[in-house]
């Protein structure tokens, strides 16, 4: 894996500890509220920063797989960041504040050890958005959830046909 890859997927080992529950890194902010809290903000800079790390990864795995496989992480890249792009807009319009989405993210290792993470990682997102959907009075941004949500699982199930192709 070349140096680029390797930097571009630095950070998953945090996150992937914040997803699970552990104490991931303390540069990634302090982990989600209980369920019984809701923060639109800090919903929508979580959901920033995992669209950011979702870009990063699959497009750096789309480097490292066959044309097939590379066209499907490049679409999956492509949605990242167009779920990115409205999530910032939605940010500044709720908080007034330009930024988030440059936080480092760690990288993975091996190909399949790399696409099931970004699997868990879309598959995770999915029921993020589901739950702030249900969560937001916005109906515009509740709409928009809806919409991410139906993308991440469709990401999930190519990025799971990826994996069963690999073997």
Same mark, same amino acid.
């Given at each position: ?26 540069? +990634?902010?302090? !982990? !989600?509220?209980?369920?019984?809290? /809701?923060? #639109? ?7 920033? &920063? ?14 490292? +797989? !066959? ?5 499907? +992480?490049? &679409?999956?890249?492509?949605?990242? *960041?167009? &779920?990115?792009? *409205? ?24 190909? #399949? ?5 970004? /699997? ?8 993020? /958005?589901? *739950? ?6 916005? !109906? ?13 699982? *469709? ?6 046909? #990826? ?5």
């Amino acid at each position: 894996m070349d140096e680029t890859i390797r930097e571009s997927l630095a950070g998953f080992d945090a996150v992937w500890q914040r997803v699970t529950g552990g104490a991931g890194d303390p540069a +990634l902010g302090p !982990p !989600p509220r209980p369920a019984d809290t /809701y923060s #639109l903000e800090d919903t929508l800079l979580g959901f920033i &920063h995992d669209e950011t790390c979702s870009a990063v990864w699959a497009a750096a795995l789309a480097r490292l +797989l !066959p044309t097939d496989g590379r066209a499907v +992480l490049q &679409h999956i890249a492509a949605g990242a *960041r167009r &779920h990115l792009r *409205r999530l910032r807009a939605e940010h500044f319009i709720v908080t007034g504040v330009t930024g988030g989405g440059n936080e480092d993210c760690r990288s993975i290792t091996g190909k #399949l050890a790399s696409l099931r993470a970004l /699997y868990l990682q879309a598959d995770k997102m999915a029921g993020a /958005y589901e *739950r702030a959907c249900e969560q937001t009075p916005d !109906p515009d941004l509740r709409e928009a959830f809806a919409a991410f949500a139906a993308d991440e699982r *469709r990401f999930a199930q190519q990025i799971r046909a #990826l994996l069963i192709e690999s073997f």
